[in-house]
């Protein structure tokens, strides 16, 4: 009976990823959607995918995204903000639950940082750079309201939303650390200083 159950959930495995996911194209401006298939392309390819089917069914689950947003914003106006995050929050995990069937976790987390211009592990390092002195606590904080942040980022409008979220989030995390009795502008002045002698170092 075992036996009988394990073949049976590795046919609909590869039945679940063989099966063609189309692109939802209707309504949308042949133009947007030719820039928006060479943008999740471009996702894909960082990938490292080997299976030409598997790599065409999760850039067109990518691009479905894309559109998706798209139609979700041209709803609504700044009036209507609580409705157009409503709807936004109802569609929020669909991304990740239809990736799922082709990606492991740190694959999808890859497109995630491919659809917010990769300010997450920028950001993250940056703010070690900057203060080397950080606790594995402290840094665990500052990558759980990053990540906070690039759910944000996924669902903006446009690359202008999708950098405020991470913006924010930063003064949320500037604000913490001064709590925590860091000094940012001498922490910052400091930065600057070893980057710019390790760029002389780098010249000579």
Not at 69 to 81: C, G, P, W
Not at 131 to 137: A, D, F, K, M, N
Not at 138 to 159: F, G, H, N, P, T
Request: proline share 1%.
């Amino acid at each position: 009976m075992k036996k009988v159950l394990c073949a049976a959930m590795l046919m609909l495995l590869t039945l679940t990823a063989s099966a063609q996911v189309e692109l939802k194209t209707d309504g949308q401006d042949p133009q947007y959607v030719e820039t928006i298939k060479g943008r999740a392309q471009k996702i894909v390819d960082g990938l490292g995918l080997t299976d030409a089917q598997v790599a065409e069914n999760v850039r067109n689950i990518i691009a479905n995204r894309y559109f998706l947003l798209n139609d979700i914003h041209s709803k609504y106006d700044k009036t209507q903000q609580d409705a157009l995050n409503a709807e936004l929050y109802k569609h929020h995990f669909e991304l990740a639950s239809a990736l799922a069937q082709y990606l492991t976790e740190e694959q999808i987390d890859a497109v995630k940082d491919g659809m917010t211009f990769g300010r997450l592990k920028r950001d993250y390092q940056a703010t070690q750079d900057m203060i080397p002195t950080l606790s594995e606590y402290e840094k665990k904080q500052v990558l759980i309201w990053l990540k906070e942040a690039r759910e944000y980022a996924m669902d903006a409008a446009d690359s202008k939303g999708k950098h405020f979220w991470f913006d924010k989030y930063r003064g949320r995390t500037n604000n913490w650390l001064s709590a925590r009795g860091y000094d940012l502008k001498k922490e910052r002045d400091n930065w600057m200083k070893r980057v710019e002698e390790k760029q002389a170092k780098e010249k000579k």
